[in-house]
């Protein structure tokens, strides 16, 4: 690994090994998803408790000031939209990496789908991103996702995360699921876990919890955080498991205090 990567990779990982990532990548997919209507205003107070921002070009550009001081994991994959639900996840690539470098990122994200007969165009445009990133010390993300009616299972969730790692991923960004461990274990590089459609605080908080006690390095969360019924109590939550070894008893009364 050469110096750029480290570099790059320590700024997206804690001295203490683990991250918060915050999502908000969610518009080139499904648009102005509830919450991120008007992004930057949302970002703004989160940003405090997030180690790494994760958005789109036009999300960066539009929305975020130039002079913050975090991170960009920058969405570099998609193409197709939340209303072609057959294609869901069929991406490509969607940002040059001279743009990507020109945002000045930290790693750029990619999402596979891997099970769907499309599998192939996803792990190849990732691969064929991950040899362009490498090339100017530039770590990937791989988002993976497995095709419908998998489920969140950890054999195929652990088959998705080795693939990507296999294929040069520098992190994995996956679901949390049952015997979670196992996908941990056999995945060469480190792992953060999307936190999904919103669920109760309480629950997230717990899932979050069970993820790190299972090995994951942190979160890469969006909806779960804002969604919230308070976006900033959330995260603060979120970090407080992450980074100071709260208990999901303790970050859910520190959400509460917070209300
Ligand atoms: C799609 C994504 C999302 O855009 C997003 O990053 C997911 O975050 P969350 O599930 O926590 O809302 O990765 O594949």
Redesign the pocket.
């Known amino acids: 690994m050469d110096w750029g990567m480290k570099n790059r990779m320590s700024r997206i990982i804690q001295k203490d090994g683990h991250t918060v990532m915050l999502?908000?990548?969610?518009g080139?997919?499904?648009g102005p998803t509830t919450g991120l209507e008007d992004l930057g205003k949302m970002v703004k107070p989160l940003l405090p408790y997030a180690d790494v921002l994760?958005p789109t070009r036009g999300g960066l550009r539009n929305y975020i000031p130039p002079d913050i001081d975090i991170p960009v994991c920058l969405?570099v994959s998609g193409g197709t939209s939340i209303l072609n639900e057959t294609n869901l996840?069929h991406e490509g690539i969607t940002v040059d990496i001279e743009d990507a470098i020109r945002l000045n990122v930290a790693a750029i994200?990619f999402?596979i789908l891997v099970g769907q007969p499309f599998e192939r165009d996803t792990l190849l445009g990732m691969t064929e991103y991950i040899d362009e990133a490498n090339r100017y010390g530039i770590p990937v993300l791989a988002?993976t996702?497995v095709g419908k009616g998998l489920g969140k299972d950890a054999r195929y969730l652990s088959l998705a995360s080795r693939m990507a790692a296999e294929l040069g991923a520098s992190i994995v960004?996956t679901y949390y699921c049952k015997d979670f461990e196992k996908v941990v274990e056999t995945c060469p590089v480190p792992i953060v876990i999307?936190?999904?459609?919103k669920v109760p605080e309480k629950d997230a908080l717990q899932m979050a919890y069970d993820a790190i006690q299972a090995g994951a390095i942190g979160?890469?969360?969006?909806?779960?955080?804002f969604q919230s019924t308070n976006p900033v109590a959330m995260i603060q939550s979120v970090n407080s498991i992450v980074h100071k070894k709260y208990k999901p008893k303790e970050a859910y009364m520190l959400f509460k205090s917070k209300k």
Do not use: E, Q
């Open positions: 999502a908000v990548d969610h080139y997919f499904m994760m969405r996840l994200a999402s988002v996702a960004k999307a936190g999904g459609k979160v890469d969360m969006g909806r779960n955080i």
